[in-house]
């Protein structure tokens, strides 16, 4: 069953920690997206990576952190110094072509304690 | 430039009846328009697309609407169910550029 994997489904926050969100895909594709989603604002993008070690930043990168050391992995650390996290975080990916279609994973809601 | 705006931000509409949800863009350079289907807790999934070079797309009871001299697309949902009860998005995009740039979501409730 191809498709995306996000963890945990829920994840609490403490004051000063930080906490990494997984998201592992099988799809083969290369590149891989983190979006924020907050009530009434959208669908915003934090980063992205087009291939293997490589990332950009998106619209809300500040507070945020990713690495992209293997194709299927693309995980995001929210830091201490995003000082709102509490949000539904939403993994992507895609291929380049015509399709640009974007496969999301399930989400991961993370509150502060 | 970059903006994609959502209307309305909420929607009830009478199951059998047809909901219709508009976005309006700024960006001319804009080549893809999906829309995006998402059932709470759960991620968006893609629902339909169209390209500037049609004016209309079709697929079962949903239809994309697009007027490219008026920068708008809309999405038009015949026969609404109660399991089309969702959050709709659209976006739109660029050849060559990664960044989708969605609008705001509207939330639709079908009711019996």
């Known amino acids: 069953d191809g498709g995306i994997t996000q963890s945990p489904k829920y994840l609490f926050r403490k004051e000063g920690q930080n906490v990494t969100l997984s998201c592992e895909q099988n799809l083969n594709h290369d590149a891989m997206y983190w979006y924020r989603q907050d009530p009434g604002q959208g669908l915003r993008l934090i980063y992205y990576s087009q291939i293997v070690n490589d990332f950009q930043k998106g619209d809300i990168a500040e507070g945020y952190s990713v690495s992209r050391e293997k194709k299927e992995s693309f995980p995001l650390t929210v830091t201490s110094a995003q000082k709102n996290p509490t949000a539904f975080y939403l993994c992507?990916?895609?291929?380049?072509?015509?399709?640009?279609?974007?496969?999301f994973g399930s989400g991961t809601q993370l509150s502060v304690l | 430039q970059q903006q994609v705006k959502q209307s309305p931000q909420s929607l009830i509409v009478q199951k059998g009846g047809i909901s219709i949800i508009n976005c309006a863009y700024e960006?001319?350079?804009?080549?893809?328009f999906p829309w995006y289907q998402q059932f709470p807790g759960k991620g968006p999934a893609l629902l339909i697309a169209?390209?500037?070079?049609?004016s209309e797309k079709k697929e079962g009871r949903f239809t994309i609407s697009f007027n490219k001299s008026a920068k708008q697309f809309s999405l038009h949902i015949m026969d609404s169910q109660p399991g089309d009860s969702a959050t709709y998005f659209c976006?739109?995009?660029?050849?060559?550029?990664?960044?989708?740039?969605f609008g705001t979501g509207t939330k639709l409730q079908v009711i019996p």
């Open positions: 976006a739109a995009s660029r050849w060559g550029y990664q960044k989708v740039t």
């Open positions: 992507a990916s895609n291929s380049p072509g015509p399709s640009r279609e974007l496969f």
């Open positions: 169209i390209r500037p070079d049609v």
């Open positions: 960006n001319t350079a804009f080549d893809y």
